[in-house]
């Protein structure tokens, strides 16, 4: 028996081969907060389905992992003020304890494979935190994208992070990063890093023709598309910089770490930008949510092929 649950919106468009596109739902949960989390949810699973392609944000609720949420369940989701946050060491123990909890980028490509879709739609993804060489804070994301064969649309890995030593992490892990229609590899509210995108591609079509060859070469793990946010969104790396670092070292004063890190890094900045990185977030995933649905339909005309 399968420990997934697929919503009958999902379960017939996989049956029918249509284009399906996995979300996470720790945005929802730790990502934005509320009413804007909802309304987010709301409006890229709306994007997702514009695009041609049918949504299944991923969560675990009762015990039960889900790919594909009902309206009442994204609401219940984004209300929630004490929800666990699973990735791949905890997502089968909160299942076995019929706890709820919301998916990271790591915990979503398990779900997602496990349901038969091949493209995740998120935010940016985690990786080697500042200072990792000595707190060994490194996001399981990285781990996951080099061993399950899921397509992951991303505005770059989280600029909260040692951009460097991620780039390099996932260059160890066999990890294809690649820029849409992009030569820089983007940090997530901004366009650019200041490093260059390891692989450019500007067509989804090569992306899918790329997820397939992997397969078919026996190659496990996944791919990784950094797509920059939209430039009238964007808040330059230069600009957002200080910001970050004020966090960090905010963060670093109040002892914070491990899973609470991120949140309270990316509420610290909500702060400062007063809501600007906020719009930037929304921005940056909705455009994602609309690339991943491309993703998706030219990996279904792929395999129709």
């Given at each position: 028996?399968?420990?997934?649950?697929?919503?009958?919106?999902?379960?017939?468009?996989?049956?029918?081969?249509a284009?399906?596109?996995?979300?996470?739902?720790?945005?929802?949960?730790?990502?934005?907060?509320?009413?804007?989390?909802?309304?987010?949810?709301?409006?890229?699973?709306?994007?997702v389905?514009a695009?041609g392609?049918?949504?299944?944000?991923?969560?675990?609720?009762?015990?039960?992992?889900?790919?594909?949420?009902?309206?009442?369940?994204?609401?219940?989701?984004a209300?929630?003020?004490?929800?666990?946050?699973l990735?791949?060491?905890?997502?089968?123990?909160?299942?076995a304890?019929?706890?709820?909890?919301?998916?990271?980028?790591?915990?979503?490509?398990?779900?997602a494979k496990?349901?038969?879709?091949?493209?995740?739609?998120?935010?940016?993804?985690?990786?080697?935190?500042?200072g990792a060489?000595?707190?060994?804070?490194?996001s399981?994301?990285?781990?996951?994208?080099?061993?399950?064969?899921?397509?992951?649309v991303?505005?770059?890995?989280?600029a909260?992070?040692?951009?460097?030593?991620?780039l390099?992490?996932?260059?160890?892990?066999?990890?294809?990063?690649?820029?849409?229609?992009t030569?820089?590899l983007?940090?997530?509210?901004?366009?650019?890093?200041?490093?260059?995108?390891?692989?450019?591609?500007?067509?989804?079509?090569?992306?899918?023709r790329?997820?397939?060859l992997?397969a078919?070469?026996?190659?496990?793990?996944?791919?990784?598309?950094?797509n920059?946010?939209p430039?009238?969104?964007?808040?330059?790396?230069?600009?957002?910089?200080?910001v970050?670092?004020?966090?960090?070292?905010?963060?670093?004063?109040?002892?914070?770490?491990?899973?609470?890190?991120?949140?309270f890094?990316l509420t610290?900045?909500?702060a400062?930008?007063?809501?600007?990185?906020?719009?930037?977030?929304?921005?940056l995933?909705?455009?994602?949510?609309?690339?991943?649905?491309?993703?998706?339909?030219?990996?279904?005309?792929?395999?129709?092929?």
């Open positions: 028996m399968i420990p997934l649950a697929r919503s009958w919106e999902v379960e017939d468009a996989l049956r029918g081969g284009p399906v596109v996995a979300l996470e739902s720790t945005i929802v949960t730790h990502g934005l907060p509320w009413p804007q989390n909802l309304e987010t949810a709301r409006a890229v699973e709306a994007e389905r695009a392609a049918i949504p299944a944000t991923v969560a675990v609720l009762g015990g039960r992992a889900l790919a594909g949420l009902d309206d009442a369940q994204l609401e219940q989701l209300r929630a003020t004490d929800i666990a946050k990735s791949r060491a905890d997502l089968a123990a909160r299942m304890l019929m706890g709820d909890g919301s998916t990271t980028v790591a915990a979503t490509m398990i779900c496990l349901a038969g879709i091949e493209t995740f739609a998120t935010g940016g993804i985690g990786g080697v935190h500042r060489e000595t707190s060994f804070d490194v399981a994301d990285l781990d996951e994208l080099a061993k399950t064969a899921v397509t992951v991303c505005a770059g890995p989280k909260i992070l040692d951009l460097p030593k991620t390099e992490a996932l260059e160890t892990r066999g990890v294809p990063v690649i820029g849409f229609g030569d820089a983007p940090a997530f509210w901004s366009r650019e890093s200041g490093l260059t995108a390891p692989i450019r591609m500007d067509d989804p079509v090569r992306i899918a790329a997820h397939r992997r078919a070469m026996g190659i496990e793990g996944g791919q990784l598309v950094c920059p946010i430039a009238e969104a964007e808040i330059p790396a230069d600009e957002i910089a200080p970050i670092d004020a966090a960090i070292a905010e963060a670093a004063a109040q002892g914070v770490g491990g899973k609470g890190l991120t949140p890094l610290s900045v909500l400062a930008t007063r809501g600007r990185s906020l719009a930037a977030n929304v921005a995933v909705l455009n994602n949510a609309r690339l991943a649905a491309r993703i998706a339909a030219a990996l279904v005309e792929d395999a129709d092929g």
